[in-house]
T-cell receptor
Framework: GAVVSQHPSRVICKSGTSVKIECRSL??????MFWYRQFPKQSLMLMAT?????????EQGVEKDKFLINHASLTLSTLTVTSAHPEDSSFYIC??????????????FGPGTRLTVL | GQNIDQPTEMTATEGAIVQINCTYQ??????LFWYQQHAGEAPTFLSY????GLEEKGRFSSFLSRSKGYSYLLLKELQMKDSASYLC????????????????FGAGTQVVVTP
């Protein structure tokens, strides 16, 4: 159990275009999902917390108008990178929270999306 | 503030044992998690500890001491495929609506397994 998928796995786009990344929890419902970004040889950086049915909470320094998050159902959250530029090229990873039998929320990660903006 | 510390890199030979330490200072505590991340891939969940003591899962074991703010991940019978970055993450307690379930991640420990 606890499978999280992401689509697409890899995308190359031209500067100025928008890219949508989907994150799905396949075998559990996730009230909360998280979006991270990771540059080569650096640690995970949390971008935002996505809550089903409400607005996302963005970390300091992350532009909410540039990184649009929608969490319309308990199994799907989407991240749209609007007007992408080369500096947005990165590895984007989502995670979904699932409580275990003791009530602890464990984050399970999707496989990631590698975005390259030309 | 929140602080998670773990060594940057460790090297060990195939078949050996390696212990990755993690110390933390967070505003409350609701669990400590270990993830494995191979280069170019997303993290995969290994284990978590909520109570003090040792949790064993096959070749991997994780230990927690909440009073000391300390955990370690023990990798036994190392295999070449264990070469990866190992991330320590803490879930702080007293979540607010905006912070529910957020983890504080360490920078990761790169484990290099040599033949």
């Amino acid at each position: 159990g606890a499978v999280v998928s992401q689509h697409p796995s890899r995308v190359i786009c031209k500067s100025g275009t928008s890219v949508k990344i989907e994150c799905r929890s396949l075998d559990f419902q996730a009230t909360t999902m998280f979006w991270y970004r990771q540059f080569p040889k650096q640690s995970l950086m949390l971008m935002a917390t996505s809550n089903e049915g409400s607005k996302a909470t963005y970390e300091q320094g992350v532009e909410k108008d540039k990184f649009l998050i929608n969490h319309a159902s308990l199994t799907l959250s989407t991240l749209t990178v609007t007007s992408a530029h080369p500096e947005d090229s990165s590895f984007y990873i989502c995670s979904a929270s699932r409580p275990d039998t003791s009530g602890t929320d464990t984050q399970y990660f999707g496989p990631g999306t590698r975005l390259t903006v030309l | 503030g929140q602080n998670i510390d773990q060594p940057t890199e460790m090297t060990a030979t195939e078949g050996a044992i390696v212990q990755i330490n993690c110390t933390y200072q967070t505003s409350g505590f609701n669990g400590l998690f270990w993830y494995q991340q191979h280069a170019g891939e997303a993290p995969t969940f290994l284990s978590y500890n909520v109570l003090d003591g040792l949790e064993e899962k096959g070749r991997f074991s994780s230990f927690l001491s909440r009073s000391k703010g300390y955990s370690y991940l023990l990798l036994k019978e190392l295999q070449m495929k264990d070469s990866a970055s190992y991330l320590c993450a803490v879930s702080p307690s007293a979540p607010t609506t905006d912070s529910w379930g957020k983890f504080q991640f360490g920078a990761g420990t790169q484990v290099v397994v040599t033949p």
